[in-house]
């Protein structure tokens, strides 16, 4: 008698809990095993950041690209639209722009220099994304798989 009764309170606790748990996770409503299977997959993400950002080749700050002026003297081909053109490494400082000349043959190296720059930026922001999302899961996983006190 004792025992089924027992039992029955504590099937109670866990439709309680469940519907608890159920309440504050409108929307993902994710039981335990498919939680598993989102972390595993995050932790998959993770790597793949994680080895974009321990690569060892350098990187710049900033974008190279073509700046196409006129010279300011009178008697030019650039009067006639014909633009003089230079790459420039434009590096972000203080809210302002440093702009510095690319020497000649360097404009692949300090363009794959720059793109690795972003590629890491991006990396980086990825991961900030992908913690928030581990923790998340984590506290339904622990919501789901807290039980309740035993009587
Ligand atoms: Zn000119």
New binding site residues.
């Given amino acids: 008698m004792g025992l089924i009764k027992n039992l029955k309170n504590v099937a109670k606790g866990h439709f309680l809990c469940k519907s608890v748990y159920r309440y504050i996770n409108k929307g993902t409503d994710m039981n335990a095993s498919q939680l598993r299977k989102q972390l595993q997959k995050l932790q998959r993400e993770v790597s793949q950041s994680l080895w974009i950002l321990k690569q060892r080749p350098p990187l710049i700050r900033g974008s190279v690209y073509a700046l196409r002026r006129?010279?300011g003297?009178p008697v030019?081909?650039?009067q006639e639209g014909h633009l003089?053109e230079s790459w420039v490494l434009s590096v972000p400082e203080e809210g302002r722009k440093r702009m510095r000349v690319v020497p000649p043959g360097k404009r692949m190296t300090w363009q794959q220099m720059t793109e690795r720059y972003r590629r890491f930026r991006r990396a980086r922001a990825h991961l900030v994304k992908l913690f928030a999302e581990i923790i998340k899961r984590v506290d339904e996983l622990e919501r789901e798989r807290t039980a309740p006190p035993p009587e």
């Fill in positions: 006129k010279c003297k030019c081909r650039c003089h």
